[in-house]
């Protein structure tokens, strides 16, 4: 039997995304219509949002550990977070977790190792372009990365928090990416990591001046293949 997948929520729309994935992509290795048993928790957005503003870490992994706790008491096997953001807490939470995880960033880098990019423009919340957590990842694979500048950090965070998080798409906040991505294509990156789970809603390889690197697929592809081949 595949293994029971709990996602750890944060923001609606990357969370749902990511389980829409796994349920619709279960089939090309279970069969038609199958997919691992998926359970998901959600605490309130602005339970998050309150620590983020803040610089309460520890308050997030709080937050993480409790959506842990109740997925593991329902059989889930290990755990995945649909939210780039919140894995800065993951150092503190994983020592208390009572399962596994799957790093996004981790499985973004090994993505972008894989298809042989080496410069890699960094686009998401002003929290997540701030830290390490995709730096470190990166920097463990001898790959490049570029962030945004402060102008742009400040423009695409408004867009994600004020816009994409309630899944309101727009074209300006379409052109507003596409633009940041422009330019880091322009200072020499060879690929742009979706580092918010809800930049896919509007940017992709078909309109984005660079490849892609959806970290939110990525999650969902590489959660199924834990599920289903261990």
Not at 187 to 206: F, M, Q
Request: proline residues 6%; contains cysteine.
């Amino acid at each position: 039997m595949p293994r029971h997948i709990g996602i750890v929520a944060c923001s609606a729309e990357g969370a749902a995304l990511c389980y829409r994935t796994i349920c619709a992509e279960g089939a090309g290795l279970l069969g038609g219509h199958a997919h691992p048993e998926v359970s998901m928790h959600t605490p309130s957005l602005a339970d998050y949002v309150a620590c983020l503003e803040r610089g309460d870490w520890s308050g997030v992994a709080a937050l993480m550990l409790t959506s842990a706790g109740k997925l593991a008491a329902i059989g889930a096997d290990f755990l995945i977070c649909p939210d780039n953001t919140i894995h800065q807490a993951l150092p503190e939470v994983l020592p208390r977790s009572p399962l596994p995880w799957l790093h996004i960033a981790e499985v973004v880098a090994d993505a972008a190792a894989a298809r042989g990019f080496r410069k890699i423009g960094i686009t998401g919340t002003r929290w997540l372009v701030d830290s390490e957590v995709y730096p470190e990842s990166f920097a463990r694979r001898g790959l490049q990365y570029l962030r945004p500048n402060a102008a742009e950090r400040d423009e695409t965070n408004r867009v994600i928090m004020d816009e994409l998080v309630g899944g309101i798409l727009t074209p300006e906040g379409t052109a507003c990416f596409q633009q940041v991505i422009a330019r880091m294509k322009g200072d020499g990156c060879d690929a742009v990591v979706l580092g918010c789970t809800e930049i896919p809603l509007i940017i992709g390889d078909a309109n984005s001046p660079l490849p892609t690197l959806d970290s939110t697929r990525l999650l969902a592809r590489a959660a199924l293949r834990r599920a289903v081949q261990g």
